[in-house]
């Protein structure tokens, strides 16, 4: 049996191999000869070599990455809690403007309301003593008037009855 696979090993040309004795010599599956050893050399090189070349500065990349990144949420985090309170203490301003704009507002509307009160008052006890002053101007009129008119009365029932009576 195993010349008949170092025979299909040989017809194909993989793992087999013609001494110059002509023997046929069939390679195993580990052969330790000198190969081995640059193989394993090479590995060994790798494991030590590579951690120190490309690990060990990509992880520091990556971490100093993520300290940035943390470092930029850390900041962004504080931005935005220092924005909410400008943003509330500008609110509070503002109310605390309109409410004192408003009571300023209310505080003008009475005072005018006062004004034009005093003015209406004044008008009225104005026109109140105009109105008096014509009607006593009236009543004076009217009662020389009325004496005027007695006057004239009496002189004209004089003209009349010396009419009537001459003739």
């Given at each position: 049996?195993?010349?008949?696979f170092?025979?299909i090993?040989?017809?194909?040309?993989?793992g087999s191999?013609v001494?110059?004795?002509?023997?046929?010599?069939?390679?195993?599956?580990?052969d330790?000869?000198?190969t081995?050893?640059?193989?394993?050399?090479?590995?060994?090189?790798l494991?030590?070599?590579?951690?120190?070349?490309?690990?060990?500065?990509?992880?520091?990349?990556l971490?100093?990455?993520?300290?940035r990144?943390?470092?930029?949420?850390?900041?962004?985090?504080?931005?935005?809690?220092?924005?909410?309170?400008?943003?509330?203490?500008?609110?509070?301003?503002?109310?605390?403007?309109?409410?004192?704009?408003?009571?300023?507002?209310?505080?003008?509307?009475?005072?005018?309301?006062?004004t034009?009160?005093?003015?209406?008052?004044?008008a009225?006890?104005d026109?109140?003593?105009k109105l008096?002053?014509?009607?006593?101007?009236?009543?004076?009129?009217?009662?020389?008037a009325?004496?005027?008119?007695?006057?004239?009365?009496a002189?004209?029932?004089?003209?009349?009855?010396?009419?009537?009576v001459?003739g």
């Open positions: 049996m195993p010349f008949a170092a025979r090993c040989f017809m194909s040309g993989f191999a001494a110059p004795s002509g023997t046929l010599h069939v390679a195993g599956l580990i330790l000869d000198a081995l050893f640059i193989h394993l050399v090479l590995f060994l090189t494991v030590f070599v590579l951690p120190g070349l490309i690990f060990e500065p990509l992880l520091a990349r971490e100093q990455r993520e300290e990144t943390a470092g930029a949420r850390s900041d962004a985090d504080h931005m935005r809690h220092s924005a909410d309170a400008e943003v509330k203490a500008y609110e509070d301003a503002t109310n605390a403007a309109k409410k004192r704009a408003m009571d300023e507002r209310g505080q003008l509307r009475m005072a005018a309301s006062k034009a009160d005093a003015i209406l008052d004044k009225r006890e026109s109140s003593h008096e002053a014509g009607v006593t101007t009236l009543t004076r009129s009217m009662e020389a009325r004496v005027e008119l007695h006057d004239e009365a002189r004209i029932s004089l003209v009349i009855a010396k009419k009537v001459e």
